[in-house]
């Protein structure tokens, strides 16, 4: 297992986790609490994208976020959005799967394209509170965020996100 930080966002973390095959099959650590022994996660999560699925720009202010593709393909876009960060507004774009996670601080807003059918799960520093489940246009032109697709199948809450700029200062994180 290996631990790397990303070159592009600061507190963001990029996972290489061993697989160990035989012809029956394989075996993963997904998680161990001392790989990143600040994060205390208490939820599990998993979402399935059909292929075509794309899933927010979403953020928290009180989350952190360790996203794992069971099966299929995550194209991940990372935006940083905390005002205070050295790497504020950095993209980072990646794809995510086989024996890989990511680590995503909070502040950091996140999205995934699925080309594929996808499975993610996902594990989270808080319990489900809708008042943190914020989101950004994910084709804000003023992100100039590229996304390897322009009509992709959204939900009515990221396809009605608000823009960046339109953003209150107080949903904002710092």
């Known amino acids: 297992m290996d631990i790397r930080p990303s070159a592009v966002i600061d507190g963001v973390q990029h996972l290489s986790l061993d697989q160990h095959s035989d012809n029956r099959g394989y075996f993963m650590e997904t ?11 208490m939820q ?3 979402s399935k994208s059909e292929a075509g699925v794309l899933r927010g720009l979403h953020y928290h202010r009180s989350q952190e976020d360790l996203w794992f593709i069971p099966s299929g393909l ?3 876009t990372l935006i940083d959005l905390r005002t205070s960060s050295p790497s504020s507004m950095a993209v980072e774009q990646f794809e995510l799967s086989g024996p890989a996670a990511v680590y995503i ?4 807003g996140h999205g995934f394209y699925a080309p594929v059918e996808t499975l993610m799960a996902y594990m989270v520093t808080a319990a489900y509170d809708g008042t943190d489940e914020l989101g950004v246009l994910w084709n804000d032109p003023d992100l ?3 996304w390897p697709v322009e009509s992709p199948s959204l939900s009515d809450r990221d396809l009605t996100a608000s823009k960046w700029a339109d953003v209150p200062a107080d949903l904002r994180p710092s």
């Open 31 to 41: 998680f161990r609490s001392a790989w990143l022994p600040t994060a205390k996660f």
């Open 44 to 46: 599990n999560n998993m």
């Open 74 to 76: 995550a194209e991940v």
């Open 105 to 108: 601080p909070i502040g950091v």
């Open 144 to 146: 100039g965020i590229k």
